[in-house]
């Protein structure tokens, strides 16, 4: 994998993580921390489908399908948990 590889996947990733922002919305806490996620979530579906062979919609040495899915899931898992948190810090102020 070559750094103009690595620099794109991070480029895309973060193209999901400014989307994910435009959508649920929120300050510059949230766009760093959708971003975060949906940089390990990419690199991590990269990786897995690495491993495990699979291979649809490559883009270069990117396995972008796998990618793209495991951006999703981190994206929506991590947005999940970190709204669970307020929830409950919200039920114990009261």
């Known amino acids: 994998m070559t750094l103009a590889s690595i620099f794109l996947g991070t480029v ?3 193209i999901f993580g400014c989307a994910f922002h435009f959508w649920r919305g929120g300050g510059l806490k949230w766009l760093i921390l959708f971003n975060v996620f949906a ?3 990419f690199w991590t579906g990269h990786v897995i489908g690495s ?3 699979i291979r649809f919609i490559r883009l270069g040495a990117i396995n972008l399908g796998s ?3 495991g951006t999703l899931i981190i994206l ?3 947005y999940w ?3 669970a948190s307020q929830e ?3 039920e114990r102020r009261k």
């Open 12 to 14: 895309i990733a973060s």
């Open 51 to 53: 491993l495990f062979g």
């Open 67 to 69: 990618a793209m899915i």
């Open 39 to 41: 940089w390990i979530g």
């Open 81 to 83: 948990l970190s709204m």
């Open 76 to 78: 929506f898992l991590g």
């Open 88 to 90: 409950y810090g919200k």
